[in-house]
């Protein structure tokens, strides 16, 4: 094997450069991983043009450890070439990583709830991740790729898991009726994580165009177009009392406000997309309905990541939403500024072994 490889190398706003970087030794518990593909996301696009915001470069990460120019890179699959100590892969598995890393030992880790660790960390984010030909990866986040799942589907399995931890958390039971503002890739991994988990009836929420026929295809009971008054449209949909659950999975201005008023009293909102302005919340409204507002962050390797390769391999999902795949020297200029500037309905995936 090669001492370096070619990786994607974060420098800061706006600055990342496909250098020489030395190929990652695995240590005990880890196993090196030869990556196929690894998704980018709206994250990947924050860091790269507004940040360093999770990016440890200025500051050592406590629990990565990690500091100063780093490979991102947090939703990827690959090949098992090496691994160090007793895990459960070996060399030649296809593999999916979870990214999130946990103690296992801590009190959140105890509950269950690994991806609120006190020690956590994510590959990409905090440490080393997969935007690049090799990374080393502990080997408890590996979960392995189903037999004649692709690695373009397979490449989204991380993020879907992401959106079924979120549906998860949404706590819709079955007949719930379910509003999910926002089709875009994290909307539509939530949509089919609730597909996954209930019988519910969905509404889905986003501009006109191909992503709310997607959002039909993969089982969406009726779409609104968010030109609409949608606030009116659910509270007619559902004669007055509105939606028992409503899911903010866009993060556009207005519509966390939007999800407050068309939620039944007594509901639950589950707040999935980072606002790009502050909401203005009536706390006083809020009590007098007694509305839940829950939150969801990553997931939960254990319950949520082989369930996403499961619906991969036996579901439409991968083909409605790979948008394009390209190598590392098209990280830039096709994968985080389109993302960036809103112009992307799907996935893009990197190879990091293909050339330009």
Request: net charge negative.
């Amino acid at each position: 094997m090669a001492e370096t490889m070619r990786a994607a190398v974060y420098h800061g706003v706006r600055d990342i450069r496909v250098e020489d970087a030395p190929v990652p030794a695995p240590r005990d518990g880890e196993a090196l991983i030869a990556v196929r593909r690894n998704g980018i996301c709206g994250t990947d696009a924050t860091e790269w043009a507004k940040g360093p915001v999770m990016v440890p470069l200025a500051e050592r990460h406590p629990a990565s450890g990690h500091l100063g120019p780093m490979i991102p890179g947090h939703e990827f699959v690959g090949e098992v070439v090496d691994v160090r100590g007793e895990v459960h892969v070996r060399a030649g598995d296809i593999v999916a990583s979870g990214a999130g890393v946990w103690c296992g030992a801590c009190d959140r880790c105890a509950q269950g709830r690994t991806n609120v660790c006190r020690r956590y960390y994510t590959l990409g984010l905090n440490a080393h991740g997969g935007l690049a030909e090799y990374v080393a990866v502990p080997a408890h986040t590996l979960r392995p790729v189903p037999e004649g799942l692709s690695l373009d589907h397979a490449g989204m399995a991380q993020p879907l898991a992401v959106g079924l931890h979120a549906a998860r958390r949404a706590g819709a039971r079955r007949g719930d009726r379910v509003v999910v503002i926002g089709a875009g890739a994290i909307g539509t991994f939530v949509l089919a994580g609730l597909q996954h988990l209930h019988t519910a009836d969905v509404t889905v929420i986003d501009l006109p165009g191909p992503k709310l026929a997607r959002a039909l295809e993969l089982g969406a009971t009726r779409t609104l177009s968010a030109h609409e008054d949608v606030v009116a449209l659910v509270l007619e949909e559902t004669a007055g009392v509105g939606a028992d659950v409503v899911i903010e999975a866009s993060g556009a201005p207005g519509q966390y406000e939007n999800a407050l008023a068309m939620v039944a009293t007594g509901g639950r909102v589950l707040a999935v997309g980072l606002p790009k302005e502050k909401p203005t919340v009536d706390i006083f409204a809020l009590a007098l309905r007694e509305i839940t507002i829950d939150s969801t962050v990553a997931h939960i390797c254990d319950e949520d990541l082989r369930p996403a390769l499961e619906i991969l391999a036996t579901g439409p999902l991968g083909s409605l939403l790979l948008d394009e795949v390209i190598p590392l020297e098209r990280l830039v200029d096709s994968g985080l500024e389109r993302l960036a500037n809103g112009s992307v309905d799907g996935k893009i995936l990197v190879d990091p072994t293909a050339h330009s």
